[in-house]
């Protein structure tokens, strides 16, 4: 069971590089979300996606992009990183159960340093 | 906006004393609160509650909601050096879906 997967685990950027994150999931859920973390913040949401084809803004959408092509996959970009943007960030994706939306199960993260 | 609390910040408590995490919110139509527990890396689920009053129990780990004050709790029992983690407490509401993360508490247990 592969569950939430995230590519790379680690990056290291110079300012103004871009790069992508992938997320993937096997659990054939709508929802996908993005978060980055912080040391003293939690943990802040990006954007998120309930379902292909669609995304919506979180709190600090700022500076990412995201594609949501196909259902299984949510892709996280920065088109021209910034030092702000070191930081852990994490995918997680959830369905429903009934009516009820299902608990969120997290991908390993990845670390990204932008210097 | 949705709005999630936790206190306190951080804990430091001794091997088995008993430790009770809160978790305060503000959500429009709400659905769902959920518990984490985030050791090194990805957050692990340990409780989802819908409905006010009613406990949720897994070993010495509990929580309960309370819907009317917009609020939970998170008890920990006979505490163990396992134990020490952050524990994040998020909502989820009819705006759009969002699951809205707390800034954790940081629990550290000494032997």
Same mark, same amino acid.
């Given at each position: 069971?592969?569950?939430?997967?995230? *590519?790379?685990?680690?990056?290291?950027?110079?300012? %103004?590089? &871009?790069?992508?994150?992938?997320?993937?999931?096997?659990?054939?859920? =709508?929802?996908?979300?993005?978060?980055?973390?912080?040391? $003293?913040? %939690? /943990?802040? #949401?990006?954007?998120? &996606?309930?379902?292909?084809?669609?995304?919506?803004?979180?709190?600090?959408?700022?500076?990412?992009?995201?594609?949501?092509?196909?259902?299984?996959?949510?892709?996280?970009?920065?088109?021209?990183?910034?030092?702000?943007?070191?930081?852990?960030?994490?995918?997680?994706? +959830?369905?429903?159960?009934?009516?009820?939306?299902?608990?969120?199960?997290?991908?390993? $993260?990845?670390?990204? *340093?932008?210097? | =906006?949705?709005?999630?609390?936790?206190?306190? #910040?951080?804990?430091?408590?001794? =091997?088995?004393?008993?430790? !009770?995490?809160?978790?305060?919110?503000?959500?429009?139509?709400? +659905?769902?609160?959920?518990?984490?527990?985030?050791?090194?890396?990805?957050?692990?689920?340990?409780?989802?509650? !819908?409905?006010? %009053?009613?406990?949720?129990?897994?070993?010495?780990?509990?929580?309960?909601?309370?819907?009317? =004050?917009?609020?939970?709790? #998170?008890?920990? *029992?006979?505490?163990?050096?396992?134990?020490?983690?952050?524990? #994040?407490?998020?909502?989820?509401?009819?705006? %759009?879906?969002?699951?809205?993360?707390? !800034?954790? *508490?940081? /629990?550290?247990?000494?032997?």
């Amino acid at each position: 069971n592969a569950g939430v997967t995230q *590519t790379p685990k680690f990056r290291v950027l110079k300012t %103004g590089q &871009s790069m992508t994150l992938l997320c993937a999931q096997d659990m054939n859920h =709508e929802y996908m979300y993005w978060y980055r973390q912080d040391p $003293g913040m %939690g /943990l802040r #949401l990006i954007h998120y &996606s309930v379902g292909e084809g669609t995304t919506a803004k979180g709190e600090v959408p700022d500076g990412y992009n995201v594609s949501r092509l196909k259902k299984q996959n949510f892709l996280l970009g920065l088109e021209s990183a910034a030092p702000s943007q070191t930081s852990v960030y994490f995918c997680a994706s +959830r369905n429903y159960r009934g009516t009820m939306n299902t608990e969120a199960f997290f991908g390993q $993260g990845t670390r990204l *340093t932008v210097v | =906006e949705d709005k999630v609390v936790q206190s306190p #910040l951080s804990l430091v408590v001794h =091997e088995g004393d008993t430790v !009770t995490l809160n978790c305060s919110y503000e959500v429009t139509n709400f +659905r769902s609160l959920l518990w984490y527990k985030q050791e090194k890396k990805a957050p692990t689920f340990l409780f989802m509650l !819908t409905s006010s %009053g009613i406990e949720k129990k897994s070993g010495r780990l509990s929580s309960i909601l309370d819907k009317k =004050e917009l609020f939970s709790i #998170l008890n920990i *029992t006979a505490t163990q050096t396992g134990d020490s983690a952050v524990y #994040l407490c998020a909502v989820s509401g009819s705006s %759009g879906d969002k699951l809205t993360f707390g !800034t954790g *508490t940081r /629990l550290a247990v000494r032997p």
